[in-house]
C-alpha cells in the first residue's frame, strides 16, 4: 500500500512539473545556455529606442505592467485584432500603455532568427521593462525567465483590472488591492512615472477643474493642452527631471504638480501622504522598493511548463 501511495505521489509531481504556472519555477539564468545573447540584444534595442525617443521612457514599462494586471505576464496585451479574434490593445484607454509593440516585435524578430522558439515574448517585454528602467538611470533588478506566451487574451478584465489616471484614492487603493499590493507597494510602484510622458486627454480635466493644483504649473500646462483639441499633446509625467528615473515625482507631489488626477490622489490629505513624504526624502529606499514591486508584479500568473506557447510573432498566435 505504501508503495502505491508513493508512486500515486510522484505522478501527480510529475503532472504537476508538466503543467506549470508556478512564479516559483521561473529563474533568471533560463536562457543562459539555451540562448546566451538574449538579455544583451534586448538591451541594445530598448537602450536603442530610449535614445531615439526619449519620450518613450515610460514605454517599455508600462507595457509590462499592461499586461501583467490583465490575465497576468502572458504577452496577451501584444495579440492584434483578427477576424475572428479581439485583443486587449483596443481597450487599453491609454494608447501610450501599449508603445513600444513595434520594438518588441523587432527583438522577437532578432532572437528568432539566433535562437529559433526559445525566448518568449513575455520574458522579452519582461526583460525590456527592467532595462529601460535602468536605462534611465533606474534600480536594476532580477527578471525571473522562462514564461510561456498565451494563445488568449482577456478584454473584459482591461477595464476592471487596470488603474485608470481619474481614479480616486480608495479605487487606487482597491484596484492594486487585488493585486495584493500594500498602500506602500501602490505608492512605491507609481513612482515609475517620474519618466515618461502623457497625452493631454488624459489630464485636461486637472488642469481646467481641480483646486489641488500649483496654479502656474497649471496654466503651463494648458498652453501645451487646449480646452478644446489637442488630445494627443504630450507632457511629462515628472515635470523636474522627465527623463531620468529618481525620486523628484514625489517632490512634486507635495507642492501641487503632480500631473494626473491619480498622482496627485496620492497626496491629498489622505491615508498615503506620509508615504509620499517618505519617499520624497529617502531616494535610495524608493529605489529599492519600486525594484521589489517590479519583481512582485513581474511573478503575476505566469505560465510554464507545457501552458501556452512561445510565439513565433509576438503579435499573433502560432
Request: overall charge neutral; some cysteine.
Amino acid at each position: 500500500m505504501a508503495a502505491i501511495k508513493l508512486s500515486i505521489c510522484l505522478l501527480l509531481c510529475l503532472i504537476g512539473a508538466a503543467s506549470g504556472g508556478s512564479a516559483n519555477k521561473l529563474r533568471p539564468d533560463f536562457y543562459n545556455l539555451q540562448c546566451p545573447l538574449a538579455l544583451q540584444i534586448i538591451r541594445e534595442e530598448v537602450t536603442t529606442a530610449l535614445r531615439k525617443e526619449p519620450t518613450m521612457g515610460l514605454a517599455f514599462f508600462s507595457l509590462h505592467f499592461t499586461d501583467c494586471f490583465v490575465q497576468g505576464c502572458d504577452a496577451s496585451i501584444l495579440l492584434k485584432d483578427t477576424q475572428n479574434f479581439t485583443g486587449e490593445q483596443s481597450a487599453v484607454p491609454d494608447a501610450g500603455s501599449t508603445n513600444g509593440t513595434d520594438i518588441i516585435e523587432k527583438i522577437k524578430g532578432r532572437l528568432e532568427k539566433l535562437c529559433p522558439g526559445v525566448v518568449s515574448c513575455a520574458d522579452i517585454v519582461a526583460v525590456a521593462a527592467r532595462d529601460s528602467v535602468v536605462a534611465q538611470g533606474g534600480p536594476s533588478w532580477n527578471v525571473r525567465l522562462d514564461r510561456r506566451d498565451s494563445t488568449t487574451s482577456n478584454i473584459s478584465a482591461v477595464s476592471t483590472d487596470l488603474p485608470s489616471p481619474f481614479m480616486n484614492l480608495s479605487q487606487l487603493l482597491a484596484t492594486f488591492g487585488k493585486k495584493n499590493f500594500t498602500a506602500k507597494e501602490m505608492v512605491a510602484f507609481t513612482g515609475v512615472h517620474t519618466v515618461g510622458f502623457i497625452r493631454c486627454l488624459f489630464f485636461r480635466t486637472r488642469i481646467y477643474n481641480e483646486s489641488n493644483i500649483d496654479p502656474s504649473y497649471a496654466r503651463s500646462l494648458q498652453e501645451k493642452c487646449p480646452f478644446v483639441g489637442g488630445d494627443d499633446n504630450l507632457a511629462p509625467l515628472d515635470r523636474s527631471t522627465p527623463h531620468q528615473f529618481d525620486n523628484a515625482y514625489y517632490k512634486n507631489l507635495l507642492v501641487k504638480k503632480g500631473l494626473l488626477h491619480s498622482d496627485q490622489e496620492l497626496y491629498n490629505g489622505g491615508s498615503t501622504d506620509s508615504i509620499v513624504e517618505f519617499y520624497a526624502s529617502n531616494a535610495l529606499l524608493f529605489r529599492r522598493d519600486f525594484a521589489n514591486t517590479a519583481i512582485k508584479m513581474g511573478n503575476f500568473g505566469p505560465l510554464t511548463g507545457t501552458r501556452g506557447q512561445i510565439r513565433t510573432q509576438c503579435s499573433k498566435v502560432n
